[in-house]
């Protein structure tokens, strides 16, 4: 069957349809060689249902699927063995596609993108390049063109420019301007370009070679491989994404996403209001000029209602300040902090919240009200990247402030009035009024700070501002497998390489490793460089930097080509643009989007970057790309365990000659190391070492010294007995060859029972269960309800083979109810009135289950509607053909087989299909009918004095009056009264009939 949807391209979308236009879309995944496992298909099972129901609806569906198709994996893979990634992905994606196929999803592959594909990043690249020619407005509030800016600094200079740059531009007048050369200019417009280079604070991973982002690392150590990652200064690409912080934080007022997705992005912008203030520099407690060259410190904070409190400045070790402030005394103490420093990742600062580490630098700041000295300190809790990379500290405020002078013996002032600080910092801002702080005396925080605020705006050393935690994104990484930058260098200066000679291919290289000189590994290409007479790349050797110019070494991150290809989708195959207007009018935007929540403060953010980007320039039609945006949970594995131990013999052979020997016993668990089992364990390995030995050593003596600590062991869930815990000992001892002479003890001496626990499922944990294995044994369609069935779609379930033989048994019932030892079942019998019941009943279900994506439970009320059918004794096509319109999106195989059977009233093999045949998915959804559902009769409990004797059916419409006249003349109602007259007959319509007397 699948063959002919294919060749019918059923699932097809058009650009131009009547329809109505619904896109479902899953992030796509990175094709790894261990292909998928059980867990990963459950999102995308939840998206071909829903997508399978829309088209059931009559709605043009649009649900691609491709690849995420650069990453480090395959890097790892061609430094190990010098196969070209290339080589290894499409080896990677071919098992992908099979088992996504297998599995039945019902994907328009003529949309199909690779971001490896040179035909695809070639407009990640043409993207790359609109950024670079792009600076923000914050005038007009969005990105425009970088000639507009060169006209106004033509015409009057930077000073009225109100945009999104870098720190401490420096004025110029229109005059000055023309004055500058070109490479002047170049580097002025690099410090307005929304894509730019610039020396930043990296996260280096020497282990990778590369560097990282800050989702790339996970408790200090790089996610992939787990290696240690420091902080270093280089000079690389990044995306001026802080342009758009605040556009991202009101951005997700419109968007249907998670709540608690939202919470992570607007934590990750981390807006805060505050105030900017300016420190002096002294160069120390009594000289008040500044160290030569040196500008004030700029610090951000949101108390600056507490300026009173400062008692000591806390800079970033990595800070430019501190090389130039730092004294002579000072110098050997705070390198060797900032060494030290360099050493933790920024997430390991900001947690560890216990430890408290600093160094003086001699330097010290001037207060701007009261002109004391202030001393400098460095101290890694303070963030470069973050806000100014200086904070004025205020212990008597906050905690860590308050710890740090503690520590440090440094001042604690307490400006808060009523206040005990001697314990603790006070940091209740609602409960404050200030004191010891001059003209803020009296005042409340929210006074306070509005007239510090304007008393250092008076004296110009401070202004309200509000401030982000979202920092600009570093977008180089020293690897081979990515997209590579379409620049190359004049004079050191990056010039883009014009849009009609993309794609730049990756050039071919020896070793896909760094360089000798630490280049990266595009630096081993020796075709690398770009003449730009000829537009095209040639040989390094002939770089004259006159017309052949270097080209760039880096290449982009894993997120550039993820950042956009929901648009290409929408018109994959376009040659001449990264999608057409058309298209993108059309198809406007995602409407629902399936995906991990792990990627909340990564693709997610920078995703919605890049669209709101492309937005300002006109590009694409809406500022947000994803309607409605849902997170799957996860499927868990259940992973085996054993515990072994290594024990020690003491062998004495003879007067001097002592030996030592040790064996390993495996246990279920670490509480036998005390029992008497393992007592008489040890004394019979001690038996047999003796036995070993005594030929030659008549006189041996073996005594058991001691056992190491207990280790906890992974097992390879395919190690064990069919779905059972017990391990297989022969196999195991065979396979791991550390543990071929161990011994194995268990509470049951016929089976070795190994310990059970839930984790994620992952190839390092042993735990991982193949879908195809799975397809083998029970069918796809078995492996699609299932996962459906083991919860609700947003939570987190664990795995259980054994589980999945209730949804197989339900298919097979499912079969039977069509399909008997004679053949097709079905007929044009008239339904019956309890038939149209249950299929209503069915068609309200799972309608809105569906839309409320409730999946778990439609699979419930499948298997309630075919037991009842099943009673029935339904045959009736009118009732059966509907019912499997209303299965199909969750088992399409097994529906569309019986689909093609009542079709043709003969059961036939799916390859026997005549080629044209529509199939199933374009079938319309039953519509829901409530006079079905409604009752016309009520099966009343006739009583007797308070005692129910018998039930009785009569019609709903009938009053009060008719149902006494009904029972009473009712053979049973006389049989139980015996000729007597009742005292009182008491009816309540629609429920109950009690007969006092």
């Known amino acids: ?166 720190e401490n531009v420096e004025y110029f007048t229109a005059e000055d301007w023309s004055g500058f050369d070109a490479k002047k200019k170049q580097q002025i417009l690099l410090q307005y370009r929304l894509t730019y280079l610039a020396e930043t604070e990296v996260n280096w991973c020497p282990a ?104 000591f400045m806390t800079l970033a070790p990595e800070h430019e300040l501190v090389s130039q402030i730092t004294t002579p005394e000072q110098k050997a103490e705070v390198e060797a902090y900032i060494e030290a420093t360099a050493k933790r990742s920024e997430r390991d600062r900001m947690a560890d919240v216990k430890t408290i580490t600093g160094a003086f630098t001699g330097a010290y700041a001037e207060h701007p009200f009261t002109k004391a000295p202030i001393p400098i300190w460095i101290g890694d809790y303070v963030l470069a990247g973050y806000g100014t990379g200086a904070v004025m500290s205020v212990p008597c405020g906050d905690q860590r402030d308050y710890d740090f002078a503690k520590h440090f013996n440094i001042p604690i002032p307490n400006i808060f009035e009523g206040v005990d600080i001697s314990e603790e910092a006070f940091s209740d801002k609602e409960k404050t009024i200030i004191a010891n702080s001059d003209f803020l005396n009296g005042l409340n925080y929210k006074k306070a700070t ?175 790309y994803a309607k409605k945006l849902i997170n799957q949970g996860m499927i868990l594995g259940t992973s085996a365990f054993v515990y072994w131990t290594n024990i020690e013999f003491q062998v004495e052979k003879g007067e001097n000659e002592i030996s030592y020997l040790k064996k390993r016993i495996v246990v279920e668990d670490s509480g036998v190391l005390v029992t008497e089992r393992f007592d008489k364990l040890i004394k019979e390995i001690k038996s047999e070492i003796f036995e070993l030995y005594k030929k030659d050593f008549p006189n041996v003596n ?64 042993y735990n991982v269960v193949n879908p195809d294995s799975i397809v083998a044994d029970y069918g796809a369609d078995s492996l699609r309800l299932y996962e459906m069935f083991l919860g609700p779609l947003e939570q987190y379930k664990p795995w259980n083979t054994a589980g999945i033989t209730g949804v197989h048994s339900f298919l097979k019932k499912l079969w039977k109810l069509y399909v008997d030892d004679n053949g097709l079942k079905v007929s044009d019998a008239t339904p019956t009135k309890d038939n149209l019941k249950t299929l209503h009943k069915t068609i309200k279900k799972v309608q809105s289950d569906i839309e409320n994506f409730s999946f778990n439970t439609s699979v419930s009320t499948f298997m309630i509607a075919v037991n009842e059918f099943t009673k029935q004794g339904c045959t009736s096509k009118e009732i059966l053909e509907p019912l499997l319109v209303l299965i199909s999106p969750y088992a399409p195989h097994i529906a569309e087989h019986l689909y093609a059977c009542i079709q043709f009233n003969k059961i036939i093999e799916v390859e026997n299909l005549p080629k044209d045949f529509k199939g199933i998915s374009t079938a319309p959804f039953p519509e829901f009918d409530e006079t079905h559902l409604v009752e016309s009769t009520k099966n009343y409990p006739i009583s007797f004095n308070g005692k129910m004797r018998f039930t009785m059916e009569l019609p709903l419409d009938l009053s009060k009056d008719e149902i006494e006249k009904a029972v009473l003349e009712y053979e049973k109602t006389k049989d139980q009264l015996q000729g007597r007259t009742p005292k009182k007959v008491i009816v309540v319509p629609g429920k109950i009939v009690n007969i006092v007397g």
Not at 75 to 86: K, V
Not at 476 to 494: D, K
Not at 524 to 553: C, F, M, R
Not at 592 to 606: D, F, K, M, V
Request: charged residues 25%; aromatic residues 12%; contains cysteine.
């Open 1 to 166: 069957m699948a063959k002919i949807l294919a060749e019918n391209q059923t699932f097809k979308a058009e650009n131009n349809s009547e329809k109505p236009k619904y896109y479902v879309l899953d992030m796509f995944p990175y094709p790894s060689g261990a292909g998928l496992h059980v867990g990963h298909p459950l999102g995308y099972i939840a998206s071909d249902i829903y997508a399978r129901y829309k088209r059931h609806q009559g709605f043009n569906v649009l649900h691609p699927q491709g690849y995420d198709s650069f990453g480090l994996p395959a890097e790892q893979y061609a430094i190990q063995t010098g196969q070209h990634p290339a080589i290894t992905t499409a080896e990677n994606i071919k098992t992908y596609r099979r088992q996504l196929d297998q599995i039945g999803f019902s994907f328009d592959w003529s949309r199909e993108v690779r971001t490896s594909d040179p035909s695809y990043y070639k407009w990640t690249q043409w993207i790359f390049i609109q950024l670079f020619n792009s600076w923000y407005n914050n005038d007009s509030d969005k990105a425009e063109d970088i000639s507009e800016l060169e006209n106004i600094f033509a015409s009057e200079g930077n000073k009225k420019v109100n945009a999104v740059c870098d």
């Open 450 to 624: 509005k007239r510090a605020i304007y008393e250092l705006e008076k004296i110009g050393q401070g202004k309200g501002k509000t401030n982000y935690r979202l920092r600009d994104a570093v977008f180089s990484r020293q690897r081979y497998w990515g997209e590579p930058f379409p620049v190359y260098y004049v004079n050191g200066m990056p010039q883009m390489i014009d849009v009609e000679h993309l794609p730049i291919k990756l050039p071919e290289v020896e070793k896909y490793l760094p360089t000798e000189t630490g280049e990266p590994p595009l630096g081993n290409a020796t075709v690398w460089a770009w003449d730009t007479e000829k537009n095209e790349v040639v040989s390094n050797d002939l770089i004259d930097n006159k017309t052949i110019h270097p080209l760039e070494l880096n290449t982009m991150p894993g997120w550039a080509g993820s950042s956009w290809y929901f648009n290409r989708y929408m018109d994959a195959n376009n040659p001449n643009e990264f999608a057409s207007k058309q298209a993108l009018a059309y198809w406007q935007d995602v409407d629902l989007y399936i995906g991990g929540s792990e990627h909340a403060t990564g693709h997610l953010l920078y995703s919605r970057f890049w669209q709101k980007f492309l937005f300002d320039k006109g590009l694409v039609p809406v500022d947000e």
């Open 702 to 765: 073996v005594e058991f010294i001691d056992g190491t600590l207990t280790v906890k062991q992974h097992v390879d869930i395919s190690l064990l007995k069919g779905t059972s815990d017990v391990l297989d000992i022969e196999v195991f001892k065979s396979r791991i060859p550390e543990f071929k002479d161990s011994y194995f003890l268990s509470k049951n001496k016929n089976e070795f029972v190994t310990t059970r626990e839930v984790e994620k499922m992952s190839k390092s944990k």
């Open 208 to 311: 990778l070679g590369t560097v990282l982002a800050n989702d790339e690392i996970v408790n200090g150590v790089s996610e992939r491989g787990g290696h240690s990652v420091i902080r270093k200064k280089m000079t690389q690409w990044s995306m001026r994404i802080s342009a758009y912080a605040e556009r991202l934080l009101q951005g997700l007022d419109k968007i249907d996403w998670t709540d608690s997705l939202k919470e992570s992005q607007r934590n990750w912008i981390g807006k805060s209001v505050g105030a900017s203030v300016s420190f002096n520099v002294i160069a120390s407690e009594t000289k008040q000029s500044p160290p030569s060259g040196v500008r004030g410190i700029e610090v951000f904070t949101t108390r600056p209602d507490t300026i009173f409190g400062v008692s």
